[in-house]
Every structure is written in C-alpha cells, then in structure tokens.
DNA sequence: GTGAAAGCGCTAACAG
DNA sequence: CTGTTAGCGCTTTCAC
C-alpha cells in the first residue's frame, strides 16, 4: 500500500500539501492539486483511516451493538442503519452483545476503543446504571428500543406498552375474552412492557388476569412451541392467544396446527413485530407493527444531528406501534 | 481516556515496560507487573486500539463482507462467524455490498483500510479478475459460496450444482415430469449452477428443458409472487416446481394458495437452503439444506489457520447439499 | 499557497 | 529485567 510519503515524493510537493488536497482544504492552488490527483491515481493511493484516525481522534465510523446478528428484526435494522449511514459517507461497524451484560459490555468497550465517533445500542442485558454512566463519558449515543428516564433523550423506542394493549385490545374487540398470553423474558423491559399493556386491556374490558393462561417463553420459535404445548396441556379453555413476537407466534400456530386445533376458527392468534415472514405464514398472521426501520433511521439522524452536525433533523424519540389485520384473529360471537 | 503515558507516570516505569506487561512479554518481574496493573486499574485504562494497529499493523479485527444484512440466510451466517471468531480472541467488523460491484469494491477496501488483518468475503457482483487480482495483495482473504478456480485454496462453497441436481431429481423419483422452475439472477454464479443441476436431473431423466416453465427472479418472495403468477397466466401444465430458494418458494406458495392451487396435492414445491421459517411454512417446505453455518465456521478456521496460525485446522473447501423432505412435495402415481 | 516540524498512543528493536 | 529511541501514516499549527 502506498503511503502518503510517496504520493508526496512523485507529485513533488510536501506532504501537509497532500494532506490538504485530499481533505479538500481551501488554498490549494489548481495546478498542484491536480500534481497531486495525478499520482494519488498512479499509485492507486488510499489513506490509511487508522493513521488518520490517530491524527484526528475521529474515525468517520458508528459503532452499533445489538442482541443478535440474525433474525428478521435485527437484520431489517442492520440493513437500514449501513445504508444510511453509508450514503452520509460513514461506516457502520457491527457487533452483537447476545443478551449477556458482559458481552454486552465487552462490545461497547470494543466499539469506544475502535474510536468509533458515535455509538447505537440495542442491548437489553446491560443494565441502566451502566448505561447512564456511559451517558456521561464523552462519545454519544443513542439507545434503540429502550427508554431511560434519565437519558430519555438519547432513547428512541416503541410505546411497548400500548403495543400490548393494542393487541390484546384487538383481541377482545373481537369478542375474545379468554385470551392466553406467551411473553418474552420477563426480566426484559419490552416484554414486561407489552404484558403490562395487555393487562391494562384486560383490565378495561372486566376481565380478570388469569395467571394459569400466561406463559413466559424467550421470543423464539421454540418458546412459542412451547407455550402453546403447555397451554393445551393445561387443558384450559381460551380462544385467542396473544404473543409478544411474531417468531413465537409461528411456533404456537405450528403446534396448532399438529393437535388439530384450526386457527383462527378454534383459536385466533397475534404476534407483535410485523416482520417480513408473518404474511408468508398461513393463515397470514395479524400482527402489531413494529416501525423498525423508521426507528433505526431515526437513530441514524440522532447520529447525524447530534455527532456530526451535518443537517438539523428533528428527532423524534417515541414510535406507535399499529395493528395490522391479516388472517389469524377471527371474531368470536357472543353466546 | 488514559493513555500509556499516564499509566508510566503512575506506575512509575517507562511505558516500553507498560506495553511489555499489557502484552504479556516475557521477562518482566512480578513486582512491576503489578504496580503497573494497579495504575491500569486505578485509571480505568484501556489501550487505544487504533494507536497500536498503526504500530503494529494488526489489528486482531477480520473483515466480513456480505451482500445483504437481512434475511435469515445471511444472518445466520454472521452469527456464527461473529461468535466463533470472538472465542478466539479476534473481532469482526462487518459491512454490507448490496450486490453491487462498486459498492463491494468499496466495502472491501473500507475494511483493508481499516486494517483487518484478513476478510471473509460473500459477493457476488464483483468479478473473478478483481479477486484474483486481490489475492496477489497481502491481505489474506477466504471467499464464501463461490468458486474462482485460480485461487480455489481461498473458497469455501457448497456445490450447488448438485443441489440443483438433487432437488429436481427428487421431484423426479416422486413421479414428476412436468417441473417448473423459478431462478435466482443468470448472472449469479449460484443461480446458475443451480439450474445447470436441475438440467442435469431433466436430461438424465430424458425430459426435455421446456424453457416455458423457467422464470428469472430474484431470490426474494416477491420474485417468487411473480414466478409462480407468470406460471398459472401461461397456463403451461406443471405439476412440480423447484424454487433457486426458500424465499421465493414462500412467495410462490402464498400465490397458489390464493389461486386455489394446493400445496402439495396440486403442485408440489421444493426450494433450497433450509431457512429456519420453512419449518413454519404450511404446509412445512420440503428443501435443500444449505449447511451455512458450518461453511461459515470453516471459513473462520481458514482465517485462524492462515493468518493468525492459532492451530492446524483440516479445511474443508466443498460441501454437499441434502435433501430434506418435509410435506411440500407429494408422489405423483403415474397414469 | 506551501513546507517544516511536532505529535496522535502505541510497539519494538537496541542497549545496558 | 528495564529504559531509550525510533518510528507506524497521517493531520495540523506555525512560519515563510
């Protein structure tokens, strides 16, 4: 690889002068600029970021954490932050925490030593002290799907809890009154958001929460297989189910499915995240949309606004989740 | 941030020795090395990784290169890579080419400019010539999922020409003769070999190739929407369709449920890759696996061999698909 | 407009 | 066993 030594031997002038050109500083006469753009061809001559990252303490790159590398969730945020992010002529450099603190920690530790200029964070396992320490050391960041008080400005989420309650409000507008429930890992704040919000509806509509039709699974498919396993074992009568994702939902319409039981007809089903294979399932699957990819752009703006000034956005920080009715969820007449 | 100087100055050493311990050299007593360690603990110290590539031109940071961030196939993929390669010390910076030869080039330069001391790279709009030519470079570099026959040692790749093959030639002892077949882009090395297998498995069983019952589609489940819809407004006679993936069999079988086809009683379907929602699918897709995460393991032991001589691995450069069935596909009795 | 020189934080001979 | 001295490749004052 070329240095920057070089190109300043062959175009005959200094290296500051290099330098200059290739940041585009003004007084730089034409013609030596273009001495310079000659040889910096001829060598095929890149500078080295890490050298001038050293130099200016600025690498031109975002670190972005998140739980998992694969599923559809993480994967439609990732796509959407690199090309953002690429086309503002910055690099994404992705690592996944995999819902462990240390871990978790380990990758912002990794991304801030990288000398990342900003970072966005989607970890659940971390916990909001470290976070709102980390909020007073000096690299910015933004905190995707989670709220702290504290730092709410740098948090852009989804209102879980009127997701949870959107659904399953959903569920008993259409006439639904014992309605089994398979949450995520409590422990995690969307999960206990989106539950608390189906107890609200539950609430609003008289119905008693009845702790034998709750099963807390851990937003996989298997989880969903499970609970829905259970809840037959269970033999206890309901005829919808809410799930508090869209992969755990496709593995209780799956076990269904082999003990006979006809969705939506025998049990009607939503999910939560709208991601891309709900409408591939059959019945296709009604859902509550998750906005993720405006909310990952959105983190790509605070990104802009707030590290690299380069245009005023205005951010917005709390997203709505919506219903989106597809197959799944019948209504149930009223004896 | 501390830097070494503050640890040296606290510690009362000259930081050579500082660097000495934080690398684990020998020759050090254990009475400095633990003043040093106290220093490095009481200033929260953490080396400047950026400052010490430039030093030592390593960065102990392989680059991955994907064409896509979304989709399970590709998630998968950097999951395993991510995990196996953190095990070992090593940390992966990831970026996407969007299958788009300039936006490729860019990433993988944006990587060797960032000084990764080896690159897992999955394009596909690249040519052969540039890698070739990148091999002569010094950067040492594994290719997923393709075969360039120059540099072979460097690819790591299922046969999908045998995948190809297999999937048509099952459709073939299930009693088929009349097989649709929707693509993945001609000029994609996999797509191509794909069909020639499915060819292959035609010829064998002395059907001709009726170019009627192929469509050119894109990978994705629109693509296909659109195959299996082109298929039903031709009105050509099929009874079997092999899809180049499992995303656009999940495409062509919602378009023949809402045209009352029924899979696998009318038609039946096969894609390729064994994506985890196939399971999911009803009915579950019967499919070729496309063992992505053991390729994408190899491939992080290629880098571990070859560039950090951790340990001597047996690389293994080819891998062979299977078939497997699940409920897509149904015997067609002759008449 | 352009060059010289110092320095970003670290490692790596080379002495001692 | 430990300190001194050069850099790694680039940017950035400060002069001219």
New interface residues.
């Given amino acids: 690889m070329a240095t920057i030594y070089e190109v300043s031997a062959l175009s005959g002038v200094s290296k500051s002068t290099v330098s200059r050109v290739l940041n585009d500083h003004a007084n730089v006469s034409e013609k030596t600029k273009q001495k310079v753009m000659d040889a910096v061809k001829q060598l095929h001559y890149?500078?080295?970021?890490?050298?001038r990252?050293?130099a200016t303490n600025r690498?031109n790159?975002v670190g972005v954490l998140v739980s998992?590398?694969?599923?559809?969730f993480?994967?439609?945020m990732?796509?959407a932050i690199?090309?953002k992010l690429r086309a503002a002529g910055k690099?994404?450099?992705?690592?996944?925490g995999?819902s462990d603190a240390a871990s978790e920690i380990d990758g912002i530790?990794?991304l801030?030593?990288?000398?990342c200029d900003a970072l966005i964070l989607h970890v659940d396992a971390v916990s909001d002290e470290y976070l709102i320490g980390l909020s007073k050391n000096s690299i910015p960041f933004v905190l995707i799907n989670r709220y702290i008080e504290e730092i709410k400005e740098n948090c852009i989420c989804l209102d879980n809890e009127l997701g949870g309650y959107l659904a399953s409000k959903y569920l008993i507008d259409q006439g639904h009154r014992d309605i089994a429930y398979i949450s995520g890992p409590l422990w995690k704040k969307d999960a206990g958001d989106r539950i608390s919000g189906h107890k609200r509806a539950l609430a609003e509509a008289n119905i008693d929460f009845n702790a034998q039709l709750l099963f807390e699974a851990d937003f996989k498919?298997k989880g969903g297989c499970d609970g829905m396993s259970y809840f037959i074992a269970q033999k206890q009568k309901f005829t919808a189910l809410a799930c508090a994702n869209d992969e755990m939902a496709?593995?209780a319409?799956?076990v269904a499915?082999e003990n006979g039981i006809k969705v939506p007809s025998d049990c009607s089903i939503i999910g939560f995240d709208n991601v891309?294979?709900t409408?591939?399932?059959?019945p296709q699957l009604t859902t509550v949309n998750f906005p993720i990819k405006e909310i990952a752009l959105m983190a790509v703006r605070w990104i802009l606004k707030n590290e690299y000034k380069t245009k005023d956005f205005n951010i917005n920080n709390v997203f709505e989740p919506t219903i989106i009715a597809r197959e799944s969820v019948q209504y149930l007449p009223s004896k």
Avoid: Q
């Fill in positions: 890149r500078p080295n970021s890490t050298a990252s050293l690498s790159s998992e590398l694969h599923g559809p993480y994967g439609d990732l796509t690199e090309i690099h994404a450099i992705i690592a996944a995999h530790e990794f801030i030593e990288r000398s498919v496709s593995g319409m799956k499915r891309f294979f409408e591939y399932l059959y």
